[in-house]
C-alpha cells in the first residue's frame, strides 16, 4: 500500500496547483452561471459551519477578557507601585517643609524679622483686549468700588500680566508687560541679580540695568524683586528665552492671547504713621 501511495502522493503535490487553479476557476464558473446555486451552496456551508464558529469564538473571546484582566492587573501593579513611591517621597518632602517651617519661626522670633506686608486680591474677569502694534493692554471689570488702584500688579494663572494703569469705579485698565511702557523692577531666581524689565510691544520684553559681567544664561527664572513698594517681591513673571548682542530677552509666564480671569493684588509698603492717625489697611492709599 505503502509502494501504491507514493507514487499518487507525489503526483497530487506536484499539481496540487493546478488542481487548486482549476477548482477556482470552475467554482467562478458555476457562480456566474447558477447565481441561486452558488448562493444555497453557500447559505448551506455558512449554516453548517455557524455552530462550530460559535463554539470557537467563545474560548477566543474568554480568552481576550482574560488577557484584558490581567493586562489591567498588570497597569494597576505598575501605577500603585509608582504611587507607593510617590507618597514615600511627599511625605519625606512634608516632613522636611514642616522641620523648615519650625526653623523659620525661631529664626523669625531670634532676629525680630518684620514680615512682608500682607496682600490681598481682587478677582476680575478680562473683557477687553486692546493689544495692537503700538500698545498692548487689556481692560478688567474691577475698579475703585472693588479697591483696585492705579499701580497695582495684576497675575494670571502663570504669573505676572502687567500692572493698571488706569482705574475707574467699574473697570480698570492693565498696562502688559510687553507693552513699550512698561517697567517693572525684577530680578534673577539663581544669581538674585536684579534689573528693570522693559516692554517694547515685542512678544518677549527685555532685562535692562544688569550689573556689568553679569552670569545669565537661558532658563533662568525672572521674579519680581520688590524693589519700589508697588509690587510684592518674588512674584513669577517669566524665564530668560534669549541673549543676543547683550540683550536679555524674557519670555513672560503669562499667556496673553488665553488670559480670561485675572487677580488684582493688592499690596502696600508700610509707612510711617503720624499721631492720632489710623495705621492704614493693606492695598488702601
Known amino acids: 500500500m505503502m509502494r501504491l501511495a507514493m507514487p499518487v502522493k507525489a503526483m497530487v503535490q506536484r499539481f496540487a496547483f493546478l488542481m487548486l487553479v482549476a477548482l477556482g476557476t470552475g467554482l467562478l464558473i458555476i457562480g456566474r452561471a447558477d447565481i441561486a446555486l452558488t448562493e444555497r451552496i453557500r447559505t448551506t456551508v455558512a449554516d453548517a459551519l455557524a455552530p462550530v464558529l460559535s463554539a470557537l469564538a467563545e474560548p477566543l473571546a474568554a480568552g481576550r477578557a482574560l488577557a484584558g484582566r490581567a493586562h489591567e492587573l498588570f497597569r494597576l501593579h505598575e501605577e500603585n507601585a509608582r504611587l507607593r513611591e510617590e507618597n514615600a517621597r511627599l511625605l519625606k518632602w512634608q516632613e522636611m517643609a514642616r522641620r523648615l517651617e519650625q526653623d523659620n519661626a525661631r529664626l523669625r522670633q531670634l532676629l525680630h524679622v518684620t514680615v512682608d506686608p500682607l496682600t490681598s486680591f481682587v478677582t476680575a474677569r478680562v473683557v477687553g483686549d486692546t493689544g495692537g502694534s503700538y500698545v498692548r493692554t487689556m481692560l478688567v471689570n474691577a475698579g475703585l468700588r472693588d479697591g483696585v488702584q492705579k499701580g497695582q500688579v495684576a497675575m494670571g494663572e502663570a504669573g505676572v500680566v502687567g500692572r493698571v494703569a488706569e482705574v475707574g469705579q467699574r473697570s480698570a485698565r492693565v498696562l502688559l ?4 511702557n512698561s517697567r517693572v523692577p525684577v530680578m534673577l531666581e539663581g544669581s538674585r541679580l536684579r534689573g528693570i524689565l522693559s516692554g517694547d510691544n515685542s512678544e518677549r520684553p527685555r532685562v535692562e540695568f544688569l550689573p556689568g559681567n553679569s552670569q545669565v544664561s537661558p532658563g533662568d527664572r525672572v521674579l519680581t524683586s520688590g524693589h519700589g513698594g508697588v509690587f510684592p517681591p ?18 513672560p509666564f503669562a499667556d496673553y492671547h488665553r488670559l480670561d480671569v485675572v487677580s488684582v493684588v493688592r499690596y502696600d509698603l508700610p509707612r510711617p504713621v503720624a499721631e492720632g492717625e489710623a495705621p492704614a489697611l493693606p492695598g488702601r492709599r
Do not use: C, E, K
Not at 508687560?177 to 513699550?180: A, G, H, V, W
Not at 517669566?238 to 540683550?247: E, L, Q, Y
Open 177 to 180: 508687560l510687553t507693552d513699550l
Open 234 to 251: 518674588g512674584l513669577p513673571v517669566g524665564f530668560v528665552a534669549s541673549i543676543t548682542d547683550g540683550i536679555v530677552r524674557v519670555q
